[in-house]
């Protein structure tokens, strides 16, 4: 194989996109390139590695070994040079490179958990911080951050992923909810016995793994979601109940869209964490977006995070 140069580097980055999406058709949306942009650039990465990476037709996209391996390796050259830039910018007393942010759906109505307002703080107007936020469930942002793709992630992690630390942040008040449509929303509280609940179909988000319905001892469950969203539109279709947190839901229940049921017997408060990995215990931006997030949240403003 030839050493590579730097123009190497972007062709690596589109070789990983190409891998993540599983082929040219997402990866020309991702990154916004056309297929036969995208082919040249394979090919060339594939001229200058000296091997064939991927399998490609008209309905496949698989990588061949050295193709796994060349993946593998990028992930690491990537991460290498974050930290090389963490590095420098620390050394240089300024803030610089790449914060890649992972944070659970549903939370920007929330004071606390909207990391809008922590990023608000976080970037001044003279950062040179680039900034990768995504969204996703509790057990993917754990595993983006043990196995380095995300460098800090916020959400209600299980605590279970080795070599990471967790850090409380705050809670987040569920309550349980039907919509304006539904059977049980003209009914008062006092009138909704355990049979109207078991009667009602109850929607439960996948990630918990059925603890919705084990909170309302609920029989069965109707429906399933990923995202706070989805929950949202089975709520208000009016044929479902189920749990939400409370910042999200007010807005429809303000509306009297939605209401909540017997809130005093079915309610509970998710604690979110914010987790990063030991070997990034003392990055400057890793450090520098904690005590944002910190210092914003009413919730947590008392429980700075320890310092490595």
Wanted: aromatic share 8%; charged share 25%.
């Amino acid at each position: 194989m030839r050493r590579l140069d730097n123009i190497d580097i972007r062709l690596l980055r589109v070789f990983v996109a190409l891998a993540d999406c599983g082929g040219f058709a997402a990866a020309q949306i991702t990154l916004n390139l056309s297929q036969p942009t995208l082919s040249t650039h394979l090919a060339e990465l594939e001229k200058r590695i000296g091997a064939q990476l991927c399998h490609r037709g008209r309905k496949q996209f698989r990588l061949t070994e050295v193709g796994r391996a060349t993946y593998d390796a990028a992930q690491k050259l990537f991460r290498d040079l974050d930290d090389f830039g963490h590095r420098i910018s620390a050394a240089s007393g300024s803030l610089s490179g790449r914060l890649r942010i992972g944070t659970s759906d549903g939370v920007f109505t929330s004071d606390d958990l909207g990391i809008q307002h922590a990023l608000g703080r976080f970037m001044g107007p003279d950062s040179d911080v680039f900034i990768d936020l995504s969204v996703g469930t509790p057990s993917e942002l754990e595993q983006q951050v043990a196995d380095g793709g995300r460098d800090i992630v916020i959400g209600p992690l299980s605590q279970k992923a080795p070599g990471v630390i967790y850090r409380d942040y705050c809670g987040e008040p569920h309550l349980l909810y039907c919509g304006q449509r539904h059977p049980l929303f003209a009914v008062p509280d006092s009138r909704i016995d355990k049979a109207a609940i078991d009667a009602a179909r109850f929607s439960v988000r996948s990630y918990r793994h059925f603890d919705d319905l084990y909170l309302v001892g609920h029989p069965r469950a109707s429906a399933s979601v990923v995202h706070m969203e989805a929950q949202l539109m089975l709520i208000l279709s009016g044929h479902f109940i189920g749990f939400l947190p409370c910042h999200f839901a007010d807005p429809w229940v303000m509306r009297d869209e939605m209401r909540a049921i017997r809130p005093r017997a079915y309610a509970f408060s998710s604690v979110h964490r914010v987790a990063y990995r030991k070997t990034d215990a003392h990055s400057s931006l890793v450090q520098a977006f904690l005590e944002a997030l910190y210092d914003g949240s009413s919730a947590a403003r008392q429980k700075s995070p320890a310092k490595p």
